[in-house]
């Protein structure tokens, strides 16, 4: 679809993209509820309130509006508190969007135009406050919302309201079946109880749940809604329009807002608005003469049609997987036979680090510690300042392919703090803690002096001109703070509701480490642990020596996903300090290596980075999906003409692909051991820990065929 408007004429955010691709949640919101049809600054935090809300329910949002002439799908925060704030910015329909582009205009997107956008980007669900319609006599003036017709022509689920209450809803209705418009209104919780309800349902009417119009047909929950939407987008034909009565809460002031609507249309009559304009003046004077009460009406609706939004997404998103799962087509599963990556219902939760990354690469090659380079000098490079953390990497790169991970970890309160924010909006920072720097050093040194300063964490990495590390300095002390108390709290608050995998960085302390383990077991799901570094990861047996039982134990993760030098360090701890020499070039090494650390109980299953030389996959024999299909080795892809920028964040954002393909419930080890593989090529293509371009490249068929698996024998 994107080649139809025009790489410059459409932008969809990466996160959106991803989620589409790989079958996700997804869920559209509208721009002019918060560019003309709220105050401020009540417009931009009800935007931002409905995208918490859409991703506390398990889906991405995707704000649509334009921006200097291109249509957006997915405006970050920053960009909405913009957009929200623009004087400038011009209410635009479908007719709007050609001369929007041409003149590089700001704008909010309608109904309409917003429906647009969403088709061209592959979204399914779409949630407004209330749509456009057929204006009072319009009969005489002809005043009939363009959103009517592009709902007859999209075939996508429009969640909201009903009818604005100043329209004329009864025409408005008749017009919707012209164009062919399914349209339904949703009864939960104690609406569903209503004695009679089923059979007499009155359409809403916006501010009020009733409209004295019967609804056409009455939907029972969320479940219902997918499968009708299934029926939608098989048909690929009108669009459907499901109304979600306002709360019984505001129907106090149904007289009262019905008398402020006569006003107001009677003002307008009497100034001459119609047009574009009328619909932003009705509801400013609406507001005004209900005393606010009609605009918390209008606040409280948005939301609450987010989060019915969001849930009909996931559970649609839930019933491709259980059709692609099956190899059903539509006839005899109720969904479309698209075919779909199978997502589970569950989640990633990834506990680690969150720092700056300033990075330093050296442009002589000849300049490297190796070759006895001057180190109290100068040197050319490039230097760069990144997001980083493994923690946030994993989170990041999960989130670039889709999924919505959940992000246990700490920031200052400093500037870093907030440029994380800022840069990285596609990740969920509500679980995230700011927190003070724990104290480390003795009282009266430098480092103790500043330790309470709440500092984010740091890390300054040298790179040689080939773009591999010389050496890095780590300020880390505040992931002291992400201990086990922050976890336990966390998971109070509902952190690890639903949590397939729990993934821990050994950037945190060794309690924590052990106490995500302990989460992880209390709620069913795995738990992965990734090294860091080969101090580090001993914290994941930090009294091996006292172990005493003579029964194997249980592994104490599930996955552990070592490079090879942390797989020598944790070799070396179960064997009693012997050292074992491990060359990429012999893998029987490693995997006998591999073989003892799964024998004692380290781990249940073991993916081994092997930088240059690829990935080693060795799973256990009773690893749930993958238990007889290895050990495998993937051959590392060739990077392109210009070579390898940096390695940093190309082991996570493997351990991000192997934890994606987990996820997905059906990848083969074979394919996961690719996609991982792909994923780290990306990140080593670019400053970034994460490419911004990391699910296309991954899933780019061409480099696919070039990644060779073999299977290994002892």
């Not at 309409?112 to 009969?139: D, K, M, N, W």
């Amino acid at each position: 679809m994107l080649s139809k408007l025009g790489r410059g004429g459409l932008r969809v955010a990466e996160e959106v993209r991803a989620a589409v691709s790989a079958g996700g949640a997804v869920v559209a919101l509208e721009s002019t509820i918060f560019t003309s049809g709220m105050p401020r600054p009540i417009n931009v935090d009800t935007a931002l309130e409905a995208e918490r809300i859409v991703r506390s329910r398990g889906a991405v949002p995707a704000t649509v509006g334009m921006l200097a002439g291109r249509l957006v799908v997915g405006l970050s925060q920053a960009e909405i508190a913009a957009l929200g704030g623009d004087d400038y910015a011009i209410k635009c329909s479908t007719r709007d969007l050609p001369t929007a582009m041409a003149r590089r205009l700001n704008g909010g997107t309608t109904v309409s135009a917003t429906l647009v956008a969403a088709r061209l980007a592959g979204v399914p669900v779409f949630v407004t406050g209330g749509i456009g319609g057929v204006h009072r006599h319009g009969q005489d003036s002809m005043d009939v919302s363009a959103d009517l017709v592009q709902l007859g022509r999209t075939p996508i689920m429009t969640v909201c309201a009903g009818v604005k209450a100043f329209l004329d809803v009864g025409r408005t209705l008749e017009a919707l079946e012209t164009q062919g418009v399914g349209v339904a209104t949703l009864l939960l919780g104690d609406d569903a109880k209503q004695p009679g309800k089923k059979e007499e349902v009155e359409f809403p009417a916006f501010y009020t749940p009733s409209s004295g119009h019967k609804s056409p047909c009455t939907l029972h929950s969320v479940a219902e809604c997918a499968r009708v939407l299934a029926g939608v987008r098989s048909l690929d034909g009108p669009g459907f329009l499901l109304a979600v009565p306002i709360a019984r809460e505001f129907s106090e002031f149904s007289s009262t807002v019905d008398a402020a609507i006569r006003d107001a249309l009677d003002e307008a009559g009497r100034l001459g608005i119609r047009g574009r304009a009328i619909t932003p003046f009705l509801l400013d004077r609406i507001a005004r003469l209900t005393d606010g009460a009609s605009l918390r009406a209008n606040v409280a609706l948005v939301k609450r049609n987010a989060d019915v939004g969001a849930q009909i997404a996931k559970a649609f998103s839930e019933l491709q997987d259980a059709a692609a799962a099956t190899g059903k087509n539509f006839a005899d599963a109720g969904v479309s036979s698209r075919a779909a990556p199978r997502r589970t219902s569950g989640r990633a939760v990834v506990i680690g680090g969150c720092n700056l990354d300033l990075t330093a690469r050296l442009k002589d090659a000849a300049a490297t510690a190796d070759s006895g380079f001057p180190t109290e000098a100068t040197h050319s490079g490039r230097v760069v300042i990144t997001c980083g953390g493994v923690g946030r990497n994993i989170a990041d790169a999960l989130a670039r392919c889709g999924h919505q991970p959940v992000l246990l970890s700490a920031l200052g309160r400093d500037q870093a703090a907030e440029l994380h924010r800022r840069l990285c909006p596609h990740l969920d920072w509500s679980w995230v803690r700011t927190a003070a720097t724990p104290r480390t050093t003795t009282p009266g040194s430098d480092a103790a002096n500043d330790a309470d300063e709440a500092r984010s964490a740091a890390y300054a990495l040298s790179l040689r001109a080939d773009g591999s590390l010389l050496f890095g300095v780590a300020d880390m002390d505040i992931h002291g703070t992400i201990d086990p108390d922050y976890l336990e709290a966390s998971d109070s608050a509902g952190a690890f509701d639903n949590a397939e995998i729990v993934c821990c960085d050994a950037n945190c302390p060794t309690e924590t480490v052990a106490a995500a383990r302990r989460l992880a077991r209390r709620r069913g799901a795995e738990f992965w642990f990734e090294p860091t570094d080969t101090h580090k990861a001993a914290k994941l047996l930090p009294d091996w020596g006292e172990k005493s039982s003579e029964e194997p134990p249980l592994p104490l993760c599930d996955w552990a996903t070592p490079n090879l030098h942390e797989l020598a360090a944790l070799h070396r701890l179960v064997s009693g300090g012997s050292a074992m020499s491990f060359d990429s070039s012999n893998l029987l090494s490693v995997l006998a290596a591999c073989r003892r650390l799964l024998a004692e109980g380290v781990a249940g299953s073991l993916a081994v980075k092997l930088g240059p030389a690829g990935l080693l996959l060795v799973p256990g024999q009773t690893d749930r999906l993958w238990a007889g299909q290895g050990p495998l080795h993937c051959s590392a892809p060739a990077t392109p003409p210009g070579g390898i920028v940096s390695v940093s964040g190309a082991g996570d954002s493997l351990v991000a692909g192997l934890l994606t393909a987990r996820l997905s419930g059906r990848a083969s080890l074979a394919e996961s051991g690719i996609f991982a593989s792909l994923c780290a090529r990306a990140s080593l293509l670019g400053f970034e820990a994460v490419s911004s371009r990391l699910s296309a490249a991954a899933s780019d068929s061409q480099l696919w065929r070039e990644v060779t698996v073999s299977r290994l024998c002892d």
